[in-house]
């Protein structure tokens, strides 16, 4: 059915699949959310920044 080194090169494209089917599962659910949040709260707090030093400005 298989050569040795046929078999060796299926054994090395299956871990290269596996590698990038948990890799893309991990950035889906973790790293993508966190970025998307993270980046969310940082543009909250600069509007809020902003809002702050108009109200400053005006009362000044």
């Known amino acids: ?3 040795f ?3 060796l090169g299926f054994l090395a494209f299956l871990t290269i ?16 959310p ?4 993270g980046s969310l709260i940082e ?10 030093a108009k109200r400053e400005a005006s009362t000044h």
Do not use: A, N, S
């Open 1 to 3: 059915m298989f050569e």
């Open 5 to 7: 080194d046929q078999y």
């Open 17 to 32: 699949l596996t590698i990038g089917f948990w890799l893309m599962i991990f950035l889906l659910t973790f790293v993508i």
């Open 34 to 37: 966190y970025w998307i949040g």
């Open 43 to 52: 543009r909250l707090k600069e509007i809020k920044e902003e809002k702050k």
